[in-house]
């Protein structure tokens, strides 16, 4: 370990964030500049004519997965580092737990009591162009930071969902649209600050807090709250991409081409599969209306002519809508169109060495128009840049894995155990071929296995010994 880290304390004077041990919660108010509402205040009363209007407790906790229920006994609407320090050390006074959320694409965990903090106004973004960077707060979304980098010709290593947030993404490594170029999004993180559990703020760089910088980048939960990063943006203006979509009814055929496709492809493509029953909806071409469809989604950082020729073997399949073309990076999320409107949701996600046919087909069309679930499956075809971890490593695992194969169900909360269930069913053909889970394509409730397959040993015996150091009493939920 690297002993005791540098701390910083921020602009308020020595101590006047540290809240005082009086046992009432609203105590902490005095020391935020931001909101604090407790589980216990009433909502505000509606007329008789009026729709039931939601507290403003609720409405704090409020984020885009509604498949779970988040009962903390306080949370707080974090404004900056100090209101984060104020909140993590009024929980350390009470031995209670601290859970983040940012956009709440992802879940802070099982949430009945403690605090949960909040972070969605802590949203700057500033981009230096010079140094082909970008610092971002705690609730920064990628659409932000797209569109504050792509007038610069530079381009941020984000996913497929532009309204998610920046840094939990980040934090669980990241498999972006142009993955296979650049790697996982946190082998390009600069650095971090960090609200430990001791409620003091850390710089966290390599050469400062190496444990924790290590740590956090890939091992994202049990180590504090992250309220702002640096990271590296890629030149990056235009790329060759969109979609190719097929009848469900020929997967093994485009499957097993997508196979040998990705076999010694070039790096500066990275690509996916998705199957879905798509609605019958006048918004949709009238090819895919109503169908269950594969969609192969491309993102090319080379010239158009070449994602033509690379593409060729895609085509004389003959889909039944071709959307690629050349495009502004800014475009970029319309690759994917992943939908924006909050909803239930429970998902997860195996690590594949190879991709073998007749167990990733049974996946799919149990996935399809039979299923008890609406259920959208993705097969990521990973390797390139990705297996080659950064200097000094980091704490992403798995990086042998040749694809990623991820299941998402829509799932009210009293149902996301059928779903779990479901999904556990799917994975069991896979197992022969199965090298361990992604940490970002865990939604909703997960159990300790899963966890624990997020890292090979090696890794999880250091992030034990990391988590000791920085939060001995578990402050931090894992």
């Given at each position: 370990?690297?002993?005791?880290?540098?701390?910083?304390?921020?602009?308020?004077?020595?101590?006047?964030?540290?809240?005082?041990?009086?046992?009432?919660?609203?105590?902490?108010?005095?020391?935020?500049?931001?909101?604090?509402?407790?589980?216990?205040?009433?909502?505000?009363?509606?007329?008789?004519?009026?729709?039931?209007?939601?507290?403003?407790?609720?409405?704090?906790?409020?984020?885009?997965?509604?498949?779970?229920?988040?009962?903390?006994?306080?949370?707080?609407?974090?404004?900056?580092?100090?209101?984060?320090?104020?909140?993590?050390?009024?929980?350390?006074?009470?031995?209670l737990p601290v859970r983040v959320q940012a956009t709440g694409h992802g879940t802070p965990g099982p949430c009945g009591?403690?605090?949960?903090?909040?972070?969605?106004?802590?949203?700057?973004?500033?981009?230096?162009?010079?140094?082909?960077?970008?610092?971002?707060?705690?609730?920064?979304?990628?659409?932000q930071l797209i569109e504050a980098a792509t007038p610069h010709g530079l381009a941020p290593l984000n996913g497929s969902a532009p309204h998610s947030g920046v840094i939990g993404y980040?934090?669980?490594?990241?498999?972006?649209?142009?993955?296979?170029?650049?790697g996982y999004t946190a082998d390009h993180v600069r650095s971090l600050d960090v609200v430990t559990a001791d409620g003091e703020s850390r710089h966290v760089t390599a050469a400062d807090e190496p444990d924790l910088f290590w740590a956090l980048r890939g091992g994202r939960d049990g180590l504090g709250v992250v309220t702002g990063m640096e990271?590296?943006?890629?030149?990056?203006?235009?790329?060759?991409?969109?979609?190719?979509?097929?009848?469900?009814?020929?997967?093994?055929?485009?499957?097993?081409?997508?196979?040998?496709?990705?076999?010694?492809?070039?790096?500066?493509?990275?690509?996916?599969?998705?199957?879905?029953?798509?609605?019958?909806?006048?918004?949709?071409?009238?090819?895919?209306?109503?169908r269950h469809v594969l969609g192969v989604?491309?993102?090319?950082?080379?010239?158009?002519?070449?994602?033509?020729?690379?593409?060729a073997p895609l085509r004389e399949l003959g889909p039944l809508t071709d959307q690629l073309a050349d495009m502004p990076y800014e475009r970029s999320p319309a690759i994917h169109s992943d939908p924006t409107e909050p909803h239930a949701y429970t998902g997860s996600n195996v690590l594949l060495r190879e991709l073998d046919v007749p167990s990733v087909l049974e996946y799919v069309e149990r996935g399809g128009p039979a299923a008890e679930f609406f259920t959208v499956v993705q097969l990521q075809h990973l390797g390139g840049a990705l297996a080659r971890p950064?200097?000094?490593?980091?704490?992403?695992?798995?990086?042998?894995?040749?694809?990623?194969?991820?299941v998402l169900s829509v799932a009210e909360e009293e149902r996301e155990g059928e779903a779990r269930a479901f999904h556990r069913e799917l994975e069991g053909p896979l197992a022969r071929w199965t090298?361990?889970?992604?940490?970002?394509?865990?939604?909703?409730?997960?159990?300790?296995?899963?966890?624990?397959?997020?890292?090979?040993?090696?890794?999880?015996?250091?992030?034990?010994?990391?988590?000791?150091?920085?939060?001995?009493?578990?402050?931090?939920?894992s």
């Open positions: 370990m690297s002993g005791n880290p540098q701390t910083t304390g921020g602009t308020t004077p020595e101590g006047a964030d540290r809240p005082d041990d009086t046992g009432d919660p609203h105590a902490l108010a005095r020391w935020v500049r931001g909101p604090v509402h407790t589980a216990d205040a009433p909502g505000e009363a509606a007329g008789a004519s009026e729709e039931p209007r939601v507290s403003p407790y609720a409405a704090e906790l409020a984020g885009y997965q509604l498949g779970l229920t988040l009962r903390p006994d306080v949370v707080v609407g974090a404004l900056d580092a100090a209101d984060v320090r104020a909140a993590v050390r009024y929980a350390a006074a009470r031995s009591g403690g605090v949960l903090v909040s972070t969605r106004r802590m949203n700057d973004v500033h981009v230096d162009p010079e140094a082909r960077t970008a610092r971002v707060g705690a609730g920064a979304r990628w659409e980040t934090l669980g490594g990241g498999v972006g649209l142009l993955a296979r170029t650049f990271i590296d943006l890629v030149p990056v203006a235009r790329i060759y991409g969109g979609s190719l979509m097929f009848d469900a009814g020929r997967a093994k055929e485009v499957l097993t081409v997508y196979r040998d496709w990705t076999a010694g492809l070039t790096e500066r493509l990275t690509s996916s599969v998705m199957a879905i029953v798509l609605p019958d909806v006048p918004a949709l071409p009238e090819p895919l209306r109503g989604r491309i993102a090319f950082t080379g010239s158009a002519a070449e994602g033509e020729r690379l593409v950064p200097r000094g490593g980091n704490a992403v695992g798995h990086r042998d894995a040749a694809y990623a194969l991820s090298v361990g889970r992604f940490v970002n394509f865990q939604f909703g409730v997960t159990e300790e296995s899963e966890r624990r397959d997020r890292h090979e040993p090696a890794i999880r015996r250091r992030l034990a010994d990391v988590r000791a150091a920085y939060d001995p009493d578990g402050r931090f939920p």
